[in-house]
């Protein structure tokens, strides 16, 4: 898969259903290869373990941190019952990055 041509198809514009970016969705191209939690990653609307592939139409444009808080869902529901640990990975993302954005989070 070619992961600029996914970038670019969707405008550097993060289409995770759990985007916590603060600023209308957008992705900093200027972030591509950095350790930023809004750096450019791409995502696969259907998993590869449950069959999805590497084409383009399977992929999409996600911040880092959106990735990974989508990632963690799914693990939640795949593992953990919610009555054992309903506080594990909360509802509320913003939770997921301690409550608050942090000054450093923003930029
Ligand atoms: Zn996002």
Excluded: Y
Excluded at 35 to 45: F, K, Y
Excluded at 66 to 71: F, G, Q, R, S
């Amino acid at each position: 898969m070619n992961r600029l041509a996914v970038l670019n198809r969707d405008r550097w514009t993060c289409l995770m259903p759990v985007c916590v970016h603060p600023c209308t969705r957008s992705i900093n191209p200027a972030l591509n290869h950095t350790r930023s939690p809004w750096a450019p990653t791409v995502d696969h609307i259907i998993q590869r373990s449950k069959g999805g592939t590497d084409r383009q139409g399977n992929l999409r444009a996600a911040h880092r941190v959106c990735n990974e808080i989508a990632a963690l869902r799914r693990h939640r529901r795949r593992h953990v019952r919610r009555s054992l640990a309903p506080n594990l990975v909360p509802d509320d993302p913003i939770a997921v990055l301690g409550g608050q954005f942090p000054g450093w989070l923003a930029s």
